[in-house]
């Protein structure tokens, strides 16, 4: 297991793909639904998820950019295939660019204003404010989850630290 494994295992995620400099990880209570589904959709998924490691262009059938944007601006976006939404965000987390998944939707019915309160309940590690990606600049108070420089609490993940 290399470090950056136990920096995603620390923070409650899994990494399902990894390669060229950028990965994909997958909240641990949301494995389980993504080892549910049908073994020719999880093969297609992490075919996708290769490509956007790769840095390849993906096509609206495959990956959404812009499912909507979080209250403090997070934009969401979705990996697509079979009807089946695997929601979540990038960020750049200990130096590679990382598609952290937090919701998958089978039905494509889970409204965009719910996504991140499930995300929270789902995995509080990674909202809590526990790891650092490398966004920080100087003395700057940010949130170390979405990195947006504030005054007071963040409006996009409120029980986070700040720094």
Known sequence: MSDSDSDLERIGCTCVVRCDGARV???STVLAEFSELEQRQQDRFKRIMELWCEGRPLTP???NRNEGRSTGGIRIEAFKAFNVRLYGFEIKFKNLKTFFIVIIDPTKKIRLIRIFFKARKASPMIFSGEF???RSS????HCHV???GIRGRC????SSAYG
Do not use: L, S, T, W
Request: proline fraction near 10%; glycine fraction near 4%; aromatic fraction near 4%.
């Open 25 to 27: 990880a997958i909240v």
């Open 61 to 63: 059938e495959m990956m």
């Open 132 to 134: 650092e990606d490398d």
């Open 138 to 141: 100087g003395d700057q108070r």
């Open 146 to 148: 979405c990195r947006r």
């Open 155 to 158: 409006p996009v993940f409120p």
